[in-house]
C-alpha cells in the first residue's frame, strides 16, 4: 500500500511539473523612440521610463535601432528605437 501512495504521489508531482514548465504567460510588445543627450544606454533607459508610465511589469527590451545626431563633428544626441516587452497580467 505504502508503495501504490508513493507512485500516485510521484505521478501528481510529475503532472504538477508539467503544468508548470506548459503554463505560459501572454506578453506585449509595444514601440518606443526615446533619445538623451548623454548616451545610447540612457536614451535606453529613458525608454523604459517612458513606458512604465502606462506598463506594468515590464521584462525586456530589444534595441531595434540606434542613431545620433552630428554638430560641427559632435555627437548632441543620441536615440534609440526600442521593442519593450511586458507580461499581461
Given at each position: 500500500m505504502k508503495r501504490?501512495?508513493?507512485l500516485i504521489l510521484n505521478?501528481?508531482?510529475?503532472?504538477?511539473?508539467?503544468l508548470k514548465i506548459f503554463t505560459?504567460?501572454?506578453?506585449?510588445v509595444i514601440e518606443v523612440i526615446a533619445s538623451s543627450d548623454k548616451g545610447f544606454t540612457e536614451a535606453a533607459?529613458?525608454?523604459?521610463?517612458?513606458a512604465a508610465k502606462t506598463v506594468k511589469n515590464i521584462k525586456?527590451?530589444?534595441i531595434e535601432n540606434m542613431n545620433a545626431n552630428v554638430e560641427n563633428?559632435?555627437?548632441v544626441s543620441y536615440a534609440?528605437?526600442?521593442?519593450i516587452s511586458f507580461e499581461i497580467d
Open positions: 501504490v501512495k508513493s505521478c501528481e508531482l510529475n503532472i504538477i511539473n508539467l505560459m504567460k501572454m506578453v506585449k533607459q529613458n525608454a523604459v521610463a517612458e525586456s527590451i530589444y563633428n559632435q555627437i534609440v528605437n526600442a521593442k
